[in-house]
């Protein structure tokens, strides 16, 4: 997890809440209750990890967007010919998490200032990206990159890409809730274990209770 200070760009977040409420409003009537997020930011185990515990978030799903290949494999996506990104989709109550406040967690939870690679995993597969589902998404993406670029919140400049969401594909369901099924992995205890421990300090009045968690198995 990147060392940084995101609370020097609140404002960012709430100049962008507005544009992100009014696209909730818009889509309750005509989508149901929930809206869906793309991101990418290396591994999709750490990222699915840590969306996934988030208040008001239904599912994370680890998979890949943004390249040429249709159905691509964990394998091929790992080559780096396909020109996909792994990333986390999300699908959230707007009402109870905003997609502002998604984006402060997806900016703290990994270094947004390397060019296709976090930590040890180097490739574009690792990129840095959004990829915004709408008008609003990608105003609100670019604002607040904006401000934590002119904040000089990480030091050094942001090469988050924000692009227009085309296709997900989902990953191979071994993939799926990967650190909560391997807790013991030696990636698991050595990679996801610590970010996630900061993760839940930094964000804990936004994590979900054992009711909450409870409440999803049952509706699962």
């Given at each position: 997890m990147a060392?940084?200070?995101i609370a020097n760009a609140d404002s960012a977040a709430e100049g962008s809440s507005s544009a992100s409420d009014d696209a909730s409003k818009k889509d309750d009537g005509a989508k149901g209750k929930y809206q869906q997020a793309t991101f990418g930011s290396g591994c999709f185990w750490c990222s699915e990890a840590?969306?996934?515990?988030?208040?008001g978030?239904?599912?994370?799903?680890?998979?890949?967007?943004?390249?040429?290949?249709?159905?691509?494999?964990?394998?091929q996506v790992c080559k780096g010919h396909t020109g996909h990104a792994e990333v986390v989709q999300v699908t959230y109550d707007p009402k109870v998490i905003t997609y502002p406040e998604l984006l402060e967690v997806f900016w703290e939870i990994h270094d947004p200032t390397t060019l296709n690679r976090q930590g040890a995993d180097v490739g574009t597969q690792y990129r840095s990206v959004i990829f915004y589902h709408n008008e609003e998404q990608q105003k609100?993406?670019?604002?607040?990159k904006k401000k934590l670029n002119d904040s000089k919140a990480f030091g050094k400049p942001i090469v988050t890409q924000i692009v227009k969401f085309d296709k997900?594909?989902?990953?191979?369901?071994y993939h799926q809730e990967y650190f909560a099924q391997n807790p013991q992995a030696p990636y698991c205890q050595m990679v996801i274990r610590p970010?996630?421990?900061?993760?839940?300090?930094?964000?804990?009045?936004?994590?979900?209770?054992?009711?909450?968690?409870?409440?999803?198995?049952v509706q699962q």
């Open positions: 060392s940084m200070n840590a969306f996934s515990q988030l208040k978030v239904k599912s994370a799903v680890s998979g890949f967007s943004g390249g040429r290949v249709k159905n691509p494999t964990y394998k609100a993406a670019e604002h607040y997900f594909y989902p990953a191979e369901d970010k996630i421990e900061e993760f839940r300090q930094v964000f804990a009045n936004k994590i979900k209770g054992p009711n909450e968690r409870q409440a999803e198995s």
